[in-house]
């Protein structure tokens, strides 16, 4: 009797954990797969327009527009027309835009790229006084600029760090002065965010913010972007300055130091070939990351998509999905005005 009491229960055996028919039942990931509107609700990673930046091509003159061959879609662009994709762009919800300049004369020391008549600078002008709601971003760099087409000043045959600098912080403050919101140097050399961060505090514009392509690799990516900025070096090639693709901690201790010099947010590119840096930059650091989607990787792409081996929208928005995933808060990409298409067709 004592023994009936002691084992009898009114609840039935809770179930065997061991058994797989119940354990598969328990674990079925797919029942958050099985609609489009449970696989909206349950996505970790999301995309938005405004997270997209594009950049843009200016050269000097008035209702100019050449189109670049090795980046389809995308132009060099007068400032005026630069105005007018800019406000194609904002009303498409995308978050900002990137300024390359094509002066109209280069030097060796690229004294044209702190011209206040630039097309950079009027470009800026136009934005500023249009009031759109984009980010205006200036790229700082020689690479444009000097007959050689490297990143600085070239003294006896090999890229000089300290003498570039200078060069460098004048441009940026003519872009801060002509009303750029974000100054972004990109030419690899040492000590470059500090001195911008002087120069820009020094000048008075306190509030102009610095994104440093901290982590730049000497990529083979970025050919279609020389043409489309003619800014091929004449000579050797940019792997004393930049980074090699093979390192990695390197690559940190960059990120790293620019944001020890004052670096607002920090850059990291090519994107698609340094996921892996994304997400250790993104578990490191907590200023914003951005990621360039560059002019390689999208080509890629687009000769793909034209022979129907890709199909463009699926795997471009993939693309973009990733770099975020991997720790991305913005992405500059020529891929922004389609994306925002896609984005929006989505919703």
Not at 33 to 57: D, G, K, V
Not at 78 to 83: E, F, G, M, N, Q
Not at 89 to 108: H, R, S, T, Y
Request: net charge negative; proline share 7%; with cysteine.
């Amino acid at each position: 009797m004592i023994t009936d009491l002691v084992t009898r229960s009114d609840h039935p055996a809770a179930p065997d954990p061991t058994r797989s028919d119940l354990a598969d039942h328990r674990h079925r990931p797919r029942r958050l797969r099985r609609s489009p509107a449970l696989r909206r609700l349950a996505r970790e990673t999301r995309l938005h327009p405004a997270q997209l930046i594009a950049p843009l091509f200016v050269l000097p003159g008035r209702d100019r527009e050449e189109p670049i061959a090795s980046v389809p879609g995308h132009a060099r662009l007068s400032p005026d027309r630069a105005l007018r994709r800019a406000t194609e762009l904002a009303e498409l919800g995308v978050g900002g835009v990137l300024l390359f300049g094509l002066p109209a004369a280069k030097d060796p020391e690229g004294r044209a790229a702190a011209d206040p008549d630039g097309p950079v600078p009027e470009t800026l002008r136009r934005l500023r006084d249009a009031g759109l709601p984009l980010v205006s971003v200036a790229d700082v760099c020689l690479c444009e600029y000097t007959t050689h087409g490297h990143c600085g000043v070239v003294v006896g045959g090999e890229i000089a760090n300290d003498p570039s600098l200078p060069r460098l912080v004048e441009a940026a403050v003519a872009y801060a002065t002509a009303g750029a919101d974000v100054v972004a140097p990109s030419a690899m050399l040492d000590g470059q965010v500090a001195a911008i961060r002087a120069g820009l505090d020094a000048a008075g514009h306190t509030g102009t913010a610095i994104l440093a392509y901290a982590s730049k690799h000497a990529s083979a990516l970025y050919a279609p972007f020389r043409e489309a900025a003619d800014s091929a070096p004449a000579f050797g090639d940019r792997r004393s300055y930049q980074l090699d693709p093979a390192n990695g901690r390197a690559a940190l201790r960059e990120l790293a130091l620019d944001a020890a010099e004052g670096a607002d947010a920090l850059m990291v590119k090519p994107a698609l070939t340094s996921l892996d840096l994304l997400a250790r930059a993104r578990e490191r650091f907590d200023l914003p990351l951005a990621a360039y989607h560059v002019s390689g990787e999208v080509a890629m792409l687009e000769a793909a998509a034209e022979r129907g081996w890709l199909d463009r929208r699926a795997v471009g928005l993939e693309q973009l999905t990733a770099i975020v995933r991997a720790g991305a808060d913005w992405i500059v990409t020529y891929l922004a005005a389609d994306a925002a298409r896609w984005l929006a067709e989505e919703r």
